[in-house]
């Protein structure tokens, strides 16, 4: 596609529910980047894929936390039994390759967690 | 521990009052420092890249620079329509392709 595309753009969930949220990267793009923005803050770095390599999970906060990407495409950020510090707005971005100059962003997704 | 930090925290401005946001980094192996600008409800967009000191580079209003320690985003006569989210992310040696990203500056510009 022409950008890179989240959804949903807004869940709202209950406390202790999973959810599941989408990215859909730049077509060719080979890196695909998680990162989370909380109200007031900076954005935090999740995860990381670049290829077929191993992705970088080093910034995923807790093990409730996971993501995957599936034929080096499509990728999905899951976040079980939800808690209130997770609301926040989940923004996905693509590259070419490495550095920041060929990042793209979604729009994102904001999750609130009630 | 790699670190970028901006500020003000928001800045107000009139139309045509020019002014500077900083952005300071510690970083291992600088591989370099972007500027984005970040609208409500939108992901950030890409404004540029610095990859050593003295660099500068320019578009429209805004002019970027970097030293060794920090960054500055200079706005020269601003609009109404420069009102964002500035955000400075950094790109050490050590990180794979992730971007530390400082917490931004809000500007507001008045008519």
């Known amino acids: 596609g022409a950008g890179v595309s989240q959804s949903p753009s807004n869940k709202v969930t209950e406390k202790g529910k999973d959810v599941e949220l989408r990215c859909d990267p730049i077509?060719?793009?080979?890196?695909l980047y998680w990162y989370r923005q909380s109200l007031g803050q900076g954005l935090e770095f999740l995860i990381y894929f670049q290829g077929n390599s191993a992705p970088d999970k080093s910034g995923l906060p807790s093990d409730r936390f996971s993501a995957e990407r599936t034929g080096g495409s499509v990728s999905t950020l899951t976040i079980q039994r939800t808690q209130q510090e997770d609301s926040a707005v989940y923004l996905c971005a693509s590259s070419l390759g490495l550095g920041g100059d060929g990042y793209t962003f979604g729009s994102g997704t904001r999750l609130t967690v009630v | 521990e790699d670190q970028v930090t901006q500020s003000p925290e928001a800045l107000r401005l009139q139309e045509g009052e020019s002014s500077s946001l900083n952005c300071s980094y510690t970083v291992s192996g600088l591989r370099g420092l972007f500027w984005y600008r970040q609208d409500p409800g939108k992901g950030p967009e890409f404004l540029f890249t610095?990859?050593?000191a003295g660099e500068e580079k320019e578009k429209e209003r805004l002019k970027a620079t970097l030293t060794k320690k920090e960054s500055f985003l200079h706005i020269t006569a601003p609009k109404p329509e420069d009102s964002a989210t500035y955000l400075c992310a950094a790109h050490g040696s050590g990180n794979t392709g992730k971007l530390i990203f400082g917490q931004g500056t809000t500007l507001q510009v008045k008519p």
């Open positions: 077509s060719g793009h080979t890196a």
């Open positions: 610095l990859y050593s």
